[in-house]
């Protein structure tokens, strides 16, 4: 049993207290059916199909159903009847024939595929639903010369699509849970030129109207890059993360120990309110990733950042939005979230060869997953009550309403990385198996509440 003692410490001699057990205040709703997706032989579609969320055997008197090639990932609807797809994308050498994208809506109550809606050519479609779950948001972008477009539709068929170009390299979509407004993380090309990767330091997020998509302005960050000099667009991977009442839109620096803080209550004047420094020391080696989470209430950050050492005060953070005071609260564990029904704390813990002053692994033969841990905390004390998941690799983590929580067991096979081996179901109340099933090809579920 591992307690956070080194942070309740800290917390105590700093003077400042982190709030231990964040109010939930918005539950994601329970999908109409739990789907498992999984990869058919041979670079083959995709099929999903409902499961059982208690014995997750497949549901019966329900074919599986073949998900469109060269497709998105499925991404479900706030009310949880519907799951959305593009389709047809041109941005990976098997589908580099696509004639163009295609938005696809799955009903998951009737189990069949809506018609579909045309959309332009696209290498990469990121979508979002509408804060209200009556529509979509897709980014487009052509292949070269590359023409980038912000889409609305409407799902129920009642209006007509609408879209707006972009003069920018788009890099992520975000909308306010508030339905408030839609942020698309983006930097700027080279002499405004259509191709290429966004110039170094130039990323700013553009804010957008919701219903009209007019964009209402867009708010410099503090030096934030998309990439890595001379390397593609996603070389460097930024946390971001919306407060639950849409008033901030948050950005972690994926290569510097920075926050960027957008203050966006006043439409058409957001602005850069603050960037906070997550770390007293210049950092020596630069880190190509980030993340960053919130809680319910929006009163705590959680970011992290790979810490350089032992001693480095990176790691897993947590950041007081009221005060901006920033403490580290494990130097080693990676992801931390609060679980739908508030009784506790998702912990993710790396294996120990990737950890902070870790000897590096031999460079031929499979890595070792032993120090790989999932721990359930207890929100008061943060004190380990449950292990779900030891010396294994986590492909997915999603919690199905408030009292169902699956995970995506994986193996490490050399030359092909973690293949999926097996879902498992818990009971949140008990933080006991109720069932397992053995995955025969990779495979995932597509309208569980991520845990991060």
């Given amino acids: 049993m591992r307690v956070l003692a080194a942070a309740t410490l800290m917390l105590v001699l700093s003077g400042c207290v982190w709030s231990p057990e964040p109010t939930v205040v918005a539950k994601p709703a329970r999908a109409a059916r739990l789907v498992l997706a999984t990869q ?34 499925l991404v479900t609807q706030p009310g949880g009847d519907l799951a959305a797809v593009v389709s047809g994308l041109s941005g990976t050498q098997r589908c580099d024939t696509a004639d163009a994208a295609t938005l696809r809506v799955l009903d998951l109550n009737a189990w069949q595929w809506r018609a579909p809606v045309p959309l332009t050519s696209s290498t990469d479609a990121p979508l979002a639903w509408t804060a209200d779950g009556h529509g979509l948001y897709v980014v487009t972008s052509t292949p ?42 983006g930097g700027q090309t080279a002499g405004n030129a259509r191709d290429g990767a966004a110039v170094q330091g130039s990323a700013f997020v553009a804010i957008f109207d919701p219903k009209t998509l007019s964009e209402r302005i867009r708010v410099p960050l503090s030096g934030l890059n998309l990439g890595l000099a001379d390397q593609p667009q996603g070389s460097l991977t930024p946390g971001v993360a919306v407060a639950p009442d849409g008033s ?24 850069l309110e603050r960037s906070v420094s997550l770390r007293d020391a210049i950092a020596q080696v630069g880190t190509r990733r980030a993340w960053l989470g919130i809680s319910p209430d929006g009163a705590s950050l959680y970011a992290w950042h790979q810490a350089e050492t032992p001693a480095d005060d990176l790691g897993l953070q947590v950041i007081d ?48 997953l032993s120090g790989a841990r999932l721990s359930v905390l207890d929100p008061a004390t943060h004190a380990e009550i449950a292990t779900l998941m030891r010396d294994q690799f986590l492909y997915g983590a999603g919690q199905y309403g408030p009292d169902r929580l699956y995970l995506t067991e994986a193996t490490l096979r050399q030359g ?14 008990t933080w006991q198996e109720i069932a397992r099933r053995t995955l025969d090809s ?5 309208t569980t509440s991520p845990l991060w």
Avoid: M
């Avoid at 477009?149 to 007509?160: C, E, K, M, V």
């Avoid at 609060?338 to 590096?360: C, H």
């Avoid at 092909?416 to 109340?429: E, F, H, I, K, M």
């Avoid at 990779?442 to 597509?446: A, C, D, I, M």
């Fill in 40 to 73: 058919t032989p041979g670079r083959g579609p995709t099929l999903v199909r409902p499961i059982d969320p208690n014995t997750l055997a497949d549901a019966p008197g329900l074919e599986p159903l073949e998900t469109p090639a060269c497709s998105t990932r």
């Fill in 144 to 185: 070269p010369p590359e023409q980038r477009r912000l889409w609305l539709i409407d799902t129920n068929g009642t209006a007509p699509p609408i879209s707006v170009p972009l003069d920018f390299v788009p890099s992520r979509l975000d909308v306010a849970p508030n339905a408030a407004a839609v942020f698309v993380l």
């Fill in 248 to 271: 901030r839109y948050y950005v972690v620096h994926a290569d510097r120990p920075v926050l960027d803080v957008v203050d966006t209550r006043a439409p058409r004047l957001e602005r």
């Fill in 321 to 368: 939005t009221r005060k901006w005071q920033v403490q580290t609260i494990d130097p080693i564990a990676q992801r931390l979230s609060v679980s739908l029904n508030g009784r506790g704390l998702f912990e993710l813990d790396p294996p120990a060869w990737t950890r902070p002053g870790a000897a590096a692994p031999p460079q031929r033969g499979p890595r070792t």
């Fill in 416 to 429: 092909r990385g973690p293949q999926p081996a097996a879902l498992v179901g818990y009971d949140t109340a």
């Fill in 442 to 446: 990779p495979g995932s579920l597509l």
